[in-house]
């Protein structure tokens, strides 16, 4: 069954830290590994896409990582801003028969940041 | 503003009731679809339409009918609601061949069933 897991669940830190949030994923066949930042009563806005053969991308302050060996990857938040205080979720993409991969997503339920003052 | 649409935001309505949400995209995506995240706030797709085709339909019930009159709109009608669907919906919208690009998603909507 395929499945994503993030972790932590919930993490607070303080403006102008660093932090990571982890994910493990079983999705196969891989396609490409998405991670999405969802404000409160938004919608999930794409920060990054891998692909296999990509093992690190960045998006500004967001650096995200994808070992496709270990089926894992990360997201590198550096020097956190209030804004950043969101629901991050890792989405893994899998290949379907007809080699492509639209809508066959699953999803990870999210860590939660909350940057503090 | 390039964008995917959806109306309501909110929607609060009884048990039993038939409701539709709209959905609408502007980005030129030739597949859309929509997602239910129910309380543990897990994304879960319920249906994909390709040029008003349907291309997936997830273990939903039939309660659930999608309608896409064109492609650049997919809307939901939902028959005699019940509790349980109390969730937000969001309507999303890609390329379909676009492996590596993003999807977009609308806001959600908010429907809760008392």
């Known amino acids: 069954k395929n499945q994503v897991e993030q972790s932590p669940q919930s993490l607070i830190i303080l403006e102008g830290k660093n932090c990571t949030l982890q994910c493990n994923y079983t999705v196969s066949p891989f396609s490409n590994l998405r991670w999405y930042k969802q404000d409160t009563g938004r919608g999930p806005v794409s920060l990054t896409i891998?692909?296999?053969?990509?093992n690190t991308k960045s998006n500004g302050r967001y650096t995200a990582t994808l070992d496709a060996d270990t089926k894992q990857s990360s997201l590198h938040i550096t020097a956190s801003q209030l804004s950043d205080s969101a629901s991050y979720i890792c989405v893994v993409s899998a290949r379907d028969a007809g080699g492509t991969s639209y809508g066959k997503l699953t999803f990870g339920q999210g860590t939660i940041l909350t940057v503090h003052p | 503003d390039t964008a995917v649409s959806q109306t309501p935001k909110y929607l609060v309505t009884q048990m039993g009731n038939d409701k539709s949400i709209k959905c609408e995209q502007n980005l030129g995506h030739d597949t859309m679809y929509w997602y239910k995240q129910d309380s543990k706030k897990f994304l879960k797709i319920m249906f994909s339409y390709n040029n008003k085709e349907l291309i997936i339909n997830e273990t939903v019930p039939n309660r659930f009918s999608p309608k896409s009159p064109d492609k650049a709109h997919l809307n939901l009608h939902i028959n005699s609601l019940e509790l349980g669907d109390s969730a937000v919906y969001f309507c999303?919208?890609?390329?379909?061949?676009?492996?590596?690009?993003?999807?977009?998603f609308g806001s959600g909507t908010r429907l809760t069933v008392v």
């Open positions: 891998m692909t296999f053969s990509e």
């Open positions: 999303a919208s890609s390329f379909r061949t676009a492996l590596n690009y993003g999807y977009t």
